[in-house]
């Protein structure tokens, strides 16, 4: 296992020397806790927060993988409400982190939690570590969700859960103790945790780091890595792909080999065709295979990976826009209007359903609902929320199949294959039509070169008329870099209004303009839209232009 940020002292530990320092961060765990305990995991990318988790594992006790406190209040926040809703005993951290880390804890009021950090020789003496009884039910880990439709909650994942998604991932793509895991993505990111470094680790295998603003940073270096470190299985979210087809030079394409390259999964946000379109043809010179590309589908309430088919061209499906607005999953051929969905590919160890998520009736192929899943990997639970495990986790459908889990995606099953179209919260139904954001969103910056590279936000606001109906405005929240000219950014958000128009035949109440940076987002990179609404609607946004028709501008007056 290695950790990589392109700096001479880039860290290696063999196998032998991360179970050292796991035993050792276990027997100081185990003289300070009690087995079933929860431990917050507060670290930078790298080799020593692997050594904590497994610590975790081999002491018995519960790992709870957080993002660092940060400088901002909603970062400081969430770590907070996890620390709270965890009921962290311990909190594990490194020696650079460690002053940042007390100093929040001390603010929080945690002093009495037992804190220390893991890579000093004196912490503990590895061999004083005691297995633990365990079996495949034991919780092996709290992954607290990213929190994109709501407040973040602890998925309850357990050794047997870590187990079968291993398998479930590793299976369909014929991935062996050969194979050679890496990528930026976050380790306290389901995808980062369960997609990339749990399998590796599982085999046997190899697996190398990336720190995710190292990636942010330096696009390219992602790409190297893969070279210089001959990857096989390195994944990314969609917008990390469009991020490199549009930025990365051509000076920083000379050299690459990525002909190796055998896994391209993309995964956690929704796939977009032209996206894998774009990337081949951008790094074809590099030697990247179309037939690398892996669409996954997958979520934290079901461990991470549920469904996905490869090597393999990506499977993509035309599909009637009118008709997908109605719930109807129709495909079109030749040149007809339409909307390109990626397959997701097969999901063998899963029970799949599509369901009606207003009647819970199960769907026939060819209509549009929610996916529910059922199968070994699907979790436990939320830790300490029974309400909300009953709801998602205990699902039910009308025809009285039980056990399901309520995955909260929009999609339907083609050819036994996942495609789906959005998320169930975040849907925008504008006079009867059903529109997804994500598709606006993607469409804006194909079409206006001033916001490449950045993010926007498509949501809608509710608003009451004179009869007592209520109607959704449609609102665009974008990303604008630099600085210009207030008759620049007016014709800027006209022209998006046009697009909107054009593309979606939809009508967009407003354009908010805000900095770089301004876009709310996850800590895995999920755009936030409903925090998005609701900082608008209370005035919380930095914004450097808005276009507002009459309706909108009363309820942001109001």
Not at 95 to 121: H, Y
Not at 201 to 211: D, Q, R
Not at 334 to 350: F, K, L, M, Q, W
């Amino acid at each position: 296992m290695k950790s990589l940020d392109g700096a001479p002292e880039d860290d290696t530990w063999t196998y032998a020397e991360l179970d050292a320092e796991a035993r050792k961060a276990a027997a100081w765990l185990q003289a300070h806790c009690a087995t079933g305990d929860r431990v917050l995991l507060l670290y930078p990318e790298g080799l020593h927060f692997t050594a904590a988790f497994l610590g975790c594992l081999y002491a018995g006790m519960v790992a709870v993988p957080s993002s660092l406190p940060g400088q901002y209040v909603y970062q400081r926040r969430r770590v907070t409400a996890i620390a709270d809703d965890a009921g962290a005993s311990a909190i594990l951290t490194d020696t650079a982190t460690l002053p940042s880390v007390r100093e929040w804890a001390e603010a929080e009021g945690r002093t009495a939690t037992a804190l220390a950090a893991t890579d000093t020789t004196a912490l503990a003496d590895p061999d004083a570590w005691i297995r633990p009884a365990q079996d495949r039910d034991t919780l092996a880990l709290l992954q607290y969700t990213s929190g994109s439709t709501g407040d973040p909650k602890g998925v309850m994942v357990s050794h047997g859960n870590l187990l079968h998604n291993a398998m479930c991932l590793t299976k369909p793509f014929g991935i062996t103790d050969r194979g050679r895991f890496g990528s930026w993505i976050p380790h306290y990111h389901d995808m980062g945790l369960m997609a990339l470094i749990v399998p590796p680790l599982l085999l046997g295998g190899a697996c190398v780091l990336m720190s995710p603003t190292t990636f942010l940073k330096r696009p390219h270096w992602w790409l190297k890595m893969i070279d210089v470190y001959d990857l096989d299985w390195s994944p990314a979210p969609n917008f990390a792909y469009e991020l490199c087809a549009r930025m990365i030079t051509d000076e920083q394409l000379a050299g690459l080999d990525l002909s190796r390259w055998t896994y391209a999964p993309n995964g956690s946000e929704p796939v977009q065709a032209a996206t894998l379109t774009a990337f081949a043809k951008r790094f074809a010179p590099a030697g990247f295979r179309g037939d690398a590309f892996a669409p996954c589908y997958g979520l934290a309430e079901s461990t991470v990976f549920v469904s996905g088919t490869g090597p393999r061209e990506p499977v993509v499906r035309r599909a009637d826009a009118e008709a997908l607005a109605n719930d109807e999953f129709r495909v079109v051929e030749g040149s007809r209007p339409g909307r390109d969905v990626v397959s997701n590919g097969r999901a063998d160890e899963y029970d799949v359903r599509v369901v009606d998520p207003r009647t819970l009736e199960p769907l026939p192929e060819g209509r549009v609902g929610e996916i529910w899943l059922r199968g070994p990997s699907v979790a436990h639970g939320y830790w300490g929320n029974d309400a909300a495990t009953r709801e998602v986790f205990r699902a039910r459908t009308a025809d009285g199949q039980e056990g399901f889990l309520r995955t909260g995606d929009l999609g339907t099953l083609h050819h036994d294959e996942i495609l789906t179209t959005g998320r169930l919260k975040e849907v925008l139904i504008i006079r009867g039509r059903n529109l997804y954001p994500q598709d606006i969103e993607y469409e804006l910056r194909a079409q206006h070169a001033e916001l490449v590279g950045l993010f926007g936000a498509a949501f809608s606001v509710p608003y009451r008329q004179d009869t007592g109906a209520t109607e959704n405005l449609l609102v665009i929240a974008h990303e604008l870099r630099g600085r210009h000219a207030e008759a620049d950014m007016a014709r800027l958000a006209s022209d998006i209004k046009r697009t909107v128009s054009r593309e979606f035949g939809a009508s967009a109440s407003g354009v908010v303009l805000v900095r770089r940076g301004g876009i709310r987002r996850t800590t895995s990179g999920k755009i936030q839209r409903t925090a998005m609404r609701d900082l608008l609607l209370a005035g919380g946004l930095n914004t450097v232009h808005l276009d507002a028709d009459p309706k909108l501008r009363t309820l942001l007056d109001a």
